[in-house]
């Protein structure tokens, strides 16, 4: 015991020179709470640090305290894996001291240092043996030591003999510690498609992270994020991405995005002007742009941004044609050329200039020689203008026979938007037939919405037992759903059977008390079945909640 107590109070003559780049590390929850504290260290410029990834799970924010009791916070994190339980940050400072680090392998029976700082900043030094190694992927390696060390230095630099770091120490397993090889920091980067165990650790780590060394794979990462990340989250990457590289015209553009989100649109528009003055290809820049308009005001219209309308960006969509159509005439010119007219003819859609939408849809269809996706913007744009019904369904039947038999899957779409035509027109049997085709080419892997608007087609078609089956389909899918249930009663009154309209109300207003209907249906039931005291009861709440109907079925049939 007195052997392994002086072996820990001895101090190597390095340590003083390698102590200032030792570290005090606090990590702290959401709340700002102190999480863990441990050991850090800097092995690099502008201050890279690494420290056990255990001291980092779960910490939304961490500070260093160096060694002349300075602070500064963690910037961001560089990298991370969870299966080698190592993190490598930087820290806000400059000028930082860097600990050297080793480039070979240790060789067997060296004589190490563990050194790292008590709870009260005092330096603590361990003398370790190396006595067994182990290859990890092949180049790194694991240390097995001869002699186990106190629990509170785990995560500590270890060095050798010289001074030179060469890992970093790790907790025991069976009756020894190990040391992982500081090389392996190297292998801790931003990917846009990191390992699993680098999103594992990375995924618990809530502190801001840095982006992928070059800018072609940061934007990678950025889309990938873009689809998980809060908008928050989001801003500080793409900030990050401008800071580090202002030339790069798609982070303004990408950054464009969150800020419309959060409705802050005199900065994204700042961001999309500047995004035009770095972007090389205008004419995909200016589309670009009318793009991001045409998404604000077709998914976010309100609050209303008094710059941003269906003219404005249309007047970036022909500026794009005008540079397009200077260039030499190719394929790829005519492709692009179609892409910005068919952005044009939607805004055109969106601001109800259907006939200016029509005349894009049709000449772009007449060059293609009829393309299924242009007739069915052709059928929205006349039922817009308000052509006939006939006209309205006669680019989706060119449509469909530009599909061929037997119809392909990708026909569905055309197949329901003409039976809803039909519905609208009254042709009711004609609208059953399109919604059983589409569920065929569907396989019947459609939605409770879809069962629901067949059955009230198929009232209208004078099908009633074919529209119970389907109300049924739409209950059993979606059981919580109370106009399910209130249609089931409508259904039922029409068949006569009073005690299934009964139930069905009951459990309409089970699911929501507030649903006139389902009282007026409740209490015509009860009429039916000779219970004018219930039924005058139901009635009588309907009358309460604006029901007119009711009235009328209660003066008729109780007050004589």
Same mark, same amino acid.
């Given at each position: 015991?007195?052997?392994?107590?002086?072996?820990?109070? +001895?101090?190597?003559?390095?340590? %003083?020179?390698?102590?200032? $780049? #030792? *570290?005090?590390?606090?990590?702290?929850? !959401?709340?700002?709470?102190?999480?863990?504290?441990?050991?850090?260290?800097?092995?690099?410029?502008?201050?890279?640090?690494?420290?056990?990834?255990?001291?980092?799970?779960?910490?939304?924010?961490?500070?260093?305290?160096?060694?002349?009791?300075?602070?500064?916070?963690?910037?961001?994190?560089?990298?991370?894996?969870?299966?080698?339980?190592?993190?490598?940050?930087?820290?806000?400072?400059?000028?930082?001291?860097?600990?050297?680090?080793?480039?070979?392998?240790?060789?067997?029976?060296?004589?190490?240092?563990?050194?790292?700082?008590?709870?009260?900043?005092?330096?603590?030094?361990?003398?370790?043996?190396?006595?067994?190694?182990?290859?990890?992927?092949?180049?790194?390696?694991?240390?097995?030591?001869?002699?186990?060390?106190?629990?509170?230095?785990?995560? +500590?630099?270890?060095?050798?003999? %010289?001074?030179?770091?060469? $890992? #970093? *120490?790790?907790?025991?397993?069976?009756? !020894?510690?190990?040391?992982?090889?500081?090389?392996?920091?190297?292998?801790l980067k931003m990917a846009a498609?990191?390992?699993?165990?680098?999103?594992?650790?990375?995924?618990?780590?809530?502190?801001?992270?840095?982006?992928?060394?070059?800018?072609?794979?940061?934007?990678?990462?950025?889309?990938?994020?873009?689809?998980?990340?809060?908008?928050?989250?989001?801003?500080?990457?793409?900030?990050?991405?401008?800071?580090?590289?202002?030339?790069?015209?798609?982070?303004?553009?990408?950054?464009?995005?969150?800020?419309?989100?959060?409705?802050?649109?005199?900065?994204?528009?700042?961001?999309?002007?500047?995004?035009?003055?770095?972007?090389?290809?205008?004419?995909?820049?200016?589309?670009?742009?009318?793009?991001?308009?045409?998404?604000?005001?077709?998914?976010?219209?309100?609050?209303?941004?008094?710059?941003?309308?269906?003219?404005?960006? #249309?007047?970036?969509?022909?500026?794009?044609?005008?540079?397009?159509?200077?260039?030499?005439?190719?394929?790829?010119?005519?492709?692009?050329?179609?892409?910005?007219?068919?952005?044009?003819?939607?805004?055109?859609?969106?601001?109800?200039?259907?006939?200016?939408?029509?005349?894009?849809?049709?000449?772009?269809?007449?060059?293609?020689?009829?393309?299924?996706?242009?007739?069915?913007?052709?059928?929205?744009?006349?039922?817009?203008?308000g052509d006939s019904i006939e006209?309205?369904?006669?680019?989706?039947?060119?449509?469909?026979?530009?599909?061929?038999?037997?119809?392909?899957?990708?026909?569905?779409?055309?197949?329901?938007?003409?039976?809803?035509?039909?519905?609208?027109?009254?042709?009711?049997?004609?609208?059953?037939?399109?919604?059983?085709?589409?569920?065929?080419?569907?396989?019947?892997?459609?939605?409770?919405?879809?069962?629901?608007?067949?059955?009230?087609?198929?009232?209208?078609?004078?099908?009633?037992?074919?529209?119970?089956?389907?109300?049924?389909?739409?209950?059993?899918?979606?059981?919580?759903?109370?106009?399910?249930?209130?249609?089931?009663?409508?259904?039922?009154?029409?068949?006569?059977?009073?005690?299934?309209?009964?139930?069905?109300?009951?459990?309409?207003?089970?699911?929501?008390?507030?649903?006139?209907?389902?009282?007026?249906?409740?209490?015509?039931?009860?009429?039916?079945?000779?219970?004018?005291?219930?039924?005058?009861?139901?009635?009588?709440?309907?009358?309460?909640?604006?029901?007119?109907?009711?009235?009328?079925?209660?003066?008729?049939?109780?007050?004589?």
């Amino acid at each position: 015991m007195c052997w392994v107590a002086l072996m820990a109070s +001895a101090q190597p003559k390095f340590a %003083s020179k390698v102590s200032r $780049g #030792i *570290l005090s590390l606090n990590t702290y929850d !959401r709340q700002g709470n102190l999480l863990h504290q441990g050991t850090a260290f800097y092995v690099g410029t502008d201050g890279e640090a690494i420290a056990d990834y255990r001291l980092f799970k779960n910490a939304y924010q961490a500070s260093v305290v160096d060694a002349n009791g300075k602070q500064a916070d963690v910037d961001c994190i560089l990298g991370a894996d969870g299966t080698y339980s190592l993190v490598r940050f930087r820290v806000n400072t400059k000028g930082n001291a860097v600990i050297p680090s080793v480039t070979t392998v240790q060789p067997m029976k060296s004589t190490l240092f563990v050194l790292g700082r008590s709870d009260k900043g005092a330096m603590e030094s361990v003398q370790v043996t190396i006595a067994d190694t182990a290859l990890i992927q092949g180049k790194y390696v694991y240390y097995g030591l001869g002699n186990q060390v106190d629990e509170a230095l785990v995560g +500590a630099p270890v060095f050798n003999q %010289s001074g030179t770091l060469m $890992g #970093i *120490l790790h907790p025991q397993m069976g009756n !020894r510690n190990y040391v992982l090889d500081i090389r392996f920091k190297d292998e801790l980067k931003m990917a846009a498609f990191p390992t699993n165990s680098a999103s594992v650790a990375l995924g618990n780590i809530f502190i801001p992270k840095a982006l992928p060394d070059t800018s072609e794979e940061a934007l990678v990462y950025l889309y990938t994020k873009s689809r998980s990340a809060s908008n928050d989250e989001y801003m500080e990457m793409v900030n990050r991405f401008v800071a580090t590289y202002p030339k790069n015209a798609e982070g303004y553009l990408r950054r464009a995005t969150p800020l419309i989100d959060l409705t802050r649109f005199d900065e994204a528009d700042r961001d999309l002007q500047q995004y035009l003055a770095l972007v090389e290809n205008k004419a995909f820049g200016n589309y670009n742009v009318a793009s991001l308009i045409f998404n604000k005001l077709r998914l976010q219209p309100e609050p209303a941004y008094e710059k941003w309308n269906e003219d404005v960006a #249309i007047g970036y969509v022909d500026k794009a044609l005008a540079i397009n159509a200077t260039q030499p005439a190719s394929d790829e010119q005519k492709s692009e050329s179609a892409q910005f007219r068919i952005l044009k003819a939607q805004l055109l859609m969106n601001k109800q200039d259907y006939e200016g939408a029509l005349t894009l849809y049709e000449a772009l269809n007449d060059e293609k020689g009829g393309v299924p996706v242009y007739l069915y913007a052709i059928s929205m744009a006349r039922e817009g203008r308000g052509d006939s019904i006939e006209a309205v369904i006669e680019p989706i039947d060119s449509a469909l026979a530009k599909f061929g038999t037997p119809m392909p899957a990708d026909a569905a779409n055309y197949i329901i938007r003409r039976g809803q035509l039909y519905a609208n027109a009254g042709k009711y049997r004609e609208a059953v037939l399109d919604y059983n085709q589409y569920a065929y080419l569907m396989n019947n892997q459609v939605s409770p919405v879809f069962y629901y608007e067949r059955s009230q087609i198929e009232v209208n078609a004078r099908m009633l037992q074919q529209a119970l089956e389907d109300i049924d389909k739409a209950i059993e899918l979606a059981p919580r759903e109370p106009l399910y249930h209130v249609e089931r009663a409508a259904l039922a009154v029409r068949a006569s059977m009073f005690d299934e309209c009964i139930q069905s109300c009951q459990t309409a207003l089970q699911l929501n008390p507030n649903i006139i209907d389902a009282y007026r249906i409740l209490g015509y039931a009860y009429l039916q079945k000779g219970d004018k005291t219930t039924a005058r009861q139901n009635l009588q709440k309907a009358i309460d909640m604006g029901d007119e109907a009711a009235r009328m079925l209660m003066n008729t049939y109780l007050d004589k």
